[in-house]
């Protein structure tokens, strides 16, 4: 009898893919879940402060935390550009925003990172990072930030910066969510990064409702990303609530946009575990099971599992790595009450282009 050797083609078939996570240090896996932990942990307390009648207003990420994380870790984090919007906690605090920097922003304290405590809440912003502001008006980020693609190209292509010094921005990526897709500036920023081409990614957070109003009366395809052929860039749709996958999926992105092959379109299928802000009623337009199920799926559980599976993680250090994010969580509190409002005199001040802004701007 003679033995049948698999042929070339079959033995690539039946190889394992390597996928770009499987390049993640165990030093690096143990970073994001560090991140994603903290983020929780903070937005925790920053809900128990509303309810305390401490601050005014929270916007929670909880439950996106494996989308965010999963892309800030893919890009070059304070050097690409981040367009972010309101629930980006824990991508924000991946580039560097700290814990204080947000409970400063919470109570409007003065000396704020962002706008010395002018701004709301989580409208993120910091010149030493890249993140950019973005207006309240949902979806107005995503022109904005295919014009800095648009920029970048054109550096490129007219030799000012080279494509690969990794010193200067590569790719802008924005994030919204599935229900600001229907705004206008989201169809524009996409045709435009499109027709150019942009090193651009956009990154849907889709989690099946725009406050209470449900996806499918939003829209009548199935899926977000299935809307990118018309924009003639590439879409993907993936679990939001799996870090590694995103991981995967946004690192594909940003080497195609770093190799200039144009822009990717990245729907996150998530759900959010809260209400929608602090000022949100969820029990008048979704049921308590369905929040329930949701949680089985909670992303960093999820995490835990795989980081536990490969031995990276114990029982004890996971306790150790909530301890030191409650310490953190703690002082980050104490130290933003302690600080001064801003006085009745800045009223005027930082609203125009040439006023002096802080080092952070
Ligand atoms: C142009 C505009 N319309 C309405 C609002 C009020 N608003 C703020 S967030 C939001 C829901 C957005 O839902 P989605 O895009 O799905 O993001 P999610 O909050 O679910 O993450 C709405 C309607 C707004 N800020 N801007
Ligand atoms: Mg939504």
């Known amino acids: 009898m003679t033995l049948r050797l698999p042929s070339e083609s079959e033995l690539r078939e039946e190889a394992t893919p390597t996928k ?6 165990p030093q690096t896996l143990l ?10 942990r903070l937005d925790e307390r920053c809900w128990a402060m509303h309810r305390q009648g401490k601050i005014a207003f929270h916007i929670s990420g909880m439950g996106h935390e494996a989308t965010q994380i999963g892309a800030a870790f893919a890009i070059n984090r304070g050097v690409d550009y981040v367009h972010p919007y309101y629930r980006d906690l824990a991508l924000v605090l991946a580039l560097g925003v700290t814990p204080l920097d947000f409970m400063m922003s919470l109570y409007g304290k003065a000396g704020e990172y962002s706008s010395g405590g002018r701004q709301m809440p989580s409208h993120w912003s910091s010149r030493k990072v890249n993140l950019l502001s973005s207006s309240s008006p949902v979806a107005t980020q995503v022109p904005q930030a295919a014009g800095l693609a648009f920029a970048i190209k054109y550096k490129w292509d007219t030799k000012l910066v080279d494509p690969n010094d990794a010193t200067q921005p590569r790719v802008a990526i924005t994030c919204l969510g599935e229900g600001s897709t229907s705004q206008g500036e989201w169809h524009e920023g996409m045709n435009w990064a499109g027709v150019h081409k942009l090193p ?4 849907v957070q889709n989690n099946n409702y725009a406050i209470s109003v449900p996806i499918d009366q939003q829209m009548a395809v199935h899926n977000v990303a299935d809307r990118a052929d018309a924009y003639g860039v590439r879409g993907v749709t993936a679990d939001g609530n799996d870090l590694l996958q995103m991981y995967d999926v946004m690192k594909e992105a940003v080497n195609r946009a770093y190799r200039g092959d144009g822009a990717t379109l990245i729907e996150a299928k998530t759900y959010r575990l809260t209400p929608h802000s602090s000022d949100d009623d969820d029990r008048t337009y979704r049921s308590r099971e369905e929040v329930e199920g949701w949680k089985l799926k909670d992303p960093i559980h999820h995490f835990e599992r795989t980081l536990r599976e490969r031995g990276l993680l114990s029982e004890q250090e996971s306790t150790d790595y909530n301890a030191r994010a409650k310490q953190m969580i703690d002082e980050a509190q104490r130290q933003a009450e302690q600080m001064p409002y801003p006085p009745e005199e800045m009223l005027y001040e930082r609203l125009y282009a040439d006023d002096e802004v802080s080092a952070n701007g």
Do not use: H, N, V
């Open 20 to 25: 770009p996570s499987d390049a993640l240090t």
């Open 31 to 40: 970073e994001m879940y560090w991140y994603m932990l903290l983020s929780r």
């Open 200 to 203: 651009f990614i956009c990154i």
